[in-house]
Structures are given as C-alpha cells and as structure tokens.
C-alpha cells in the first residue's frame, strides 16, 4: 500500500497544514520536484506526489541499479507472467454509491486547467473475447460523477469504439494509488493482447518473489494494491475536455474525447490518493521509463550490443534520448539513430555514443558530442515525420528529426581515447 511504500523513504516531505487542492498543492510539489510530498490534510483527505520522482529511488525500491530497470521492464513486456487471483482486497472494505468527485482531493494543477484533474489514474477493461487492457488515461472531472476523459487511438480507444458503433458503453474499473510495477507497466505500449496486468506480474515475481493479486470486482480484474478503485462506464457520448498542462510543461488543446460516469467507489481505510503533477520530475519517470525497453529493443534488432537507453530529463523524457553501443561495423552508429526512432516514434533527437560514455552524465554526453561528432558526416535529418502532439514546435504532429552519430570511428579509435593512469 502507498502507506508502507512512502514510509520506504527518508527524504518525504510532510504538509500538516490544510491545502487546497486548487493550485495549492502543484505550489508545493514544484518546490519539493525530487521529493516525495505527503499531504496531510486536502479537503479532509490524505494526498501524495512526486513519489516516484528519480531514476535511482524507482532502481532502488525495485532492487535494481539504477540502470537495470531498462533490462528488468524489458524482460517483463516479453515474457509477462499470469496473474493470480485473491478473494478480497483491503479497498473492498468501503464502498459506498454516495461520494461526489468535485468533493474528492482531485487537483486542479494549473490556471488554465479545464477542471480538476486525474492524472495517476488507470483504466482497466476487458473485452469480449476477455482480454485484459490497463492504461493510463487523464480525467477532467466536469460534475459530480462525470468526467472527459482522453483517449489517444490505441488499446481502450479500439475497445470504446467497438461498444460505440453499437450505442452501447465500454465498463471499465478506474484505480488510483498502485505500486510502481503497476504504474511501469500500465505506461508500456505492446500489442494488443498482452495484458498489462501481466507484464507487472512479471515485474513483481522477479523484484518481489511473488505475482500480481487481483480481485475480480464484477467481472473484471483490479489489482489488490489499489487504493481507490471507482466502477464506471465509457459512455457513446463525446464533451470538451482540457487545457491540460502534458509532459512538455505546456497547455494541450481543448478536444472532442468521451464521458465517464463513475457509479461507485471503493477505497482502503484511510486511503492516500496519488496527485502526478503535470510535467513534473514523475510524469518523466513514468511516461519515460517505459518506453526505453522499445527502444533499447528496436535498436538490439540493428546492432547486436546495446549498453544502455536513456530518454532525457531536458526533453521531458520523452523527445530526448541517449543510446550507448558497441560498434561493430561503420555505420552502426546511424542505424542505431533510425532504429531509435523506430521504437519510439515521438522522439525527436537521439544521440548514439560507445559504450564508454556514462548515458546518465550529461557533461560525458556532452564531451562524446564535443569529440567525437562533425555534423557534415555525423549528423542524421529526417524532415517531415510524424513526431509527438505534444511538441508544441510541431506542426499538425509533423516534426524534423536528428540524431548525432558521437561514436568514434573504428579505424581510429585510438585517437579518441580519453588519457587515464
């Protein structure tokens, strides 16, 4: 539970003091960005962020070096492992139809925000033939029990739509308050088919010697992990939803995207809810993380040794990324740049460099650039590519794409070796 998870931890910062949830509580978890923050008092309820917040606090709870968890999620999304199914869950203890979403510590993080906002939250679906989707999605709350909620076309959008061309609405389980083998793998993109819920029980089994427990809550499975847990419907109907603040720091445009009704809430007793502040230092992480093992996947198909994938915190951890390998052949390192793109696509510049550089040292990256790179042969330019809707230099989604080959070249290694006694 995120009781004992935020206990793990001795740098927390505690609020006593009451806090709004209007603006007030980004206020503290801008000044505290690398810190977990616990509220004590949001409207009567207890509220954390930034839990997850660096690189090394994710390592360390897992039992990883800090670059190790590229290779643990990469394991996990290829080899998922069942879940196992518990007969109750501490978040079953209360349950009530009677509760108010506007009434609930749900943020509204910045000026402009179209509402209060969900953004930890993850959805759980099933389909008819039972497979078993969860993702994150934000949730712009608009009355007491309805919010828009954003569906970018993938997994539960293709869900939605097959139960909207029929008129009918998609049943869904919303939990807010999970583990972090559950927020990585809720974050990862595979094919359709593979559960994410699976993919955190692989996580879960190889860092904690046990699978994933969920409860069947009326016909579909929530992890026993949660701390609060909303049965709701994705309704054939479409609202405004956002300005919201995304990854970049930046408003994302007012849309056309689903309702929600939430029907009933469920929550552990004196629950904790998660506030994941818009671009802060954990919707890297948490957005980031999972998509390294794509990459660092991508990649390993065009040069057989990749040391390390890093999507930088300078670009939201989610348009910059640096990629250590061993060249093999000339040219290795341009592959590598396409491959890159290839296993995310809404990266925008890559860096490659050998296996000597230190990927989480940006003055080593840096230095590697400096050395080792001349832009009339080194540099890759790819104009006009589908990139992220979240860059706001891009134009309808279209962006130009680099990469910066700063590997040395084979036939004169030796020169671009640094001095060492």
């Not at 309820?45 to 990469?74: H, P, T």
């Not at 712009?140 to 919010?147: A, G, I, L, N, Y």
């Not at 998609?170 to 793998?185: F, M, S, T």
Request: charged share 30%; net charge negative.
């Amino acid at each position: 539970m995120l009781r004992e998870i935020i206990e793990h931890f001795d740098d927390t910062v505690i609020i006593e003091r009451p806090v709004s949830k209007e603006l007030e509580v980004t206020r503290y978890l801008m000044k505290y960005r690398d810190r977990p923050v616990l509220f004590k008092d949001v409207d009567g309820w207890q509220v954390v962020g930034n839990i997850w917040s660096k690189r090394g606090r994710i390592a360390d709870y897992l039992g990883v070096e800090k670059g190790e968890s590229l290779y643990l999620m990469a394991e996990a999304m290829e080899n998922p492992m069942p879940y196992q199914k518990a007969e109750k869950a501490p978040f079953m203890k209360n349950s009530t139809k009677d509760f108010s979403l506007k009434e609930l510590p749900i943020p509204k993080y910045f000026p402009k925000d179209g509402g209060q906002y969900f953004t930890s939250a993850m959805v759980i679906a099933k389909d008819k033939n039972g497979f078993v989707n969860m993702s994150f999605h934000r949730m712009m709350v608009f009355d007491d029990k309805r919010v828009a909620i954003r569906l970018v076309p993938r997994h539960l959008y293709s869900m939605w739509k097959d139960k909207m061309e029929h008129g009918e609405a998609l049943n869904v389980r919303i939990v807010v308050g999970n583990p972090i083998h559950l927020l990585l793998a809720g974050a990862t993109s595979v094919a359709y088919g593979i559960s994410e819920l699976e993919i955190a029980s692989a996580i879960s089994q190889r860092t904690f010697g046990k699978p994933l427990e969920v409860v069947d809550l009326n016909g579909i499975p929530v992890p026993v992990e949660s701390e609060f847990v909303f049965e709701a419907k994705i309704l054939p109907e479409l609202t405004d939803e956002g300005p919201f603040v995304d990854i970049t720091g930046t408003y994302d445009y007012v849309r056309k995207q689903p309702v929600v009704v939430f029907e009933r809430m469920y929550h552990v007793d004196e629950p904790i809810f998660h506030a994941l502040l818009p671009g802060g230092y954990e919707h890297y992480m948490l957005m980031g993380l999972p998509k390294e093992p794509q990459i660092y996947a991508s990649v390993k198909r065009v040069v057989p040794k990749v040391h390390g994938v890093r999507l930088t915190e300078g670009g939201a951890m989610w348009l910059h990324a640096v990629v250590s390998i061993t060249k093999q052949h000339d040219g290795d390192g341009k592959n590598a740049i396409l491959s890159a793109f290839t296993g995310h696509p809404s990266l925008k510049h890559v860096i490659v460099v050998d296996e000597d550089i230190d990927i989480y040292d940006d003055r080593e990256v840096e230095w590697a650039v400096a050395t080792r790179f001349q832009a009339d042969r080194d540099l890759v330019v790819i104009p006009n590519a589908r990139g992220s809707s979240l860059d706001p230099s891009a134009e309808k989604s279209l962006t130009a794409k680099w990469g910066i080959d700063a590997t040395k070249p084979l036939d004169r290694k030796d020169e671009f070796e640094r001095a060492k006694i």
